[in-house]
């Protein structure tokens, strides 16, 4: 924390992204393998588990939104995984579009998949680098 700032920063709290229909997005959602924590329809909002963390991503409908990217740059974000070209295999056979084929970062590889809203999700693992992975 700088001198100047009267607060500190404790980690994240949770991700929101942007879906023009919730009823459509959690079930595309759980097909890339997320868990959901709660959905409360009549407020626009679900919350998806990553990992054993509080937070996690909250999926929030947008009205007017539809079946399009935003009209805003869309978000990504990359998770961890165990195994990202066992991910990409997996996210496959549950019906998931995969953008590319699994490609190699300084880490070890990554997968990436948009929602049907244009936000970008990627599945990275470490296995270049074992020693930085939440888990050995």
């Not at 607060?7 to 459509?24: C, I, Q, R, S, T």
């Not at 009549?42 to 963390?53: F, M, N, P, Q």
């Not at 909250?58 to 990217?69: D, I, V």
């Amino acid at each position: 924390m700088s001198d100047d700032q009267s607060y500190e920063l404790l980690g994240f709290d949770n991700v929101l992204l942007p879906v023009g229909d919730l009823a459509e997005a959690v079930p595309f959602y759980e097909r890339a393998g997320f868990t959901v924590g709660f959905r409360l329809d009549e407020a626009g909002i679900a919350l998806l588990k990553v990992g054993g963390e509080t937070p996690g991503i909250l999926l929030r409908q947008e009205e007017g939104l539809g079946h399009r990217p935003p009209p805003w740059p869309a978000t990504r974000m990359w998770l961890e995984v165990p195994d990202a070209r066992t991910a990409a295999l997996e996210l496959r056979s549950a019906g998931v579009e995969l953008l590319d084929e699994p490609f190699s970062v300084a880490t070890g590889w990554t997968v990436e998949v948009a929602d049907p809203w244009g936000n970008v999700l990627g599945f990275t693992d470490y296995t270049k680098r074992p020693e930085l992975a939440r888990r050995a």
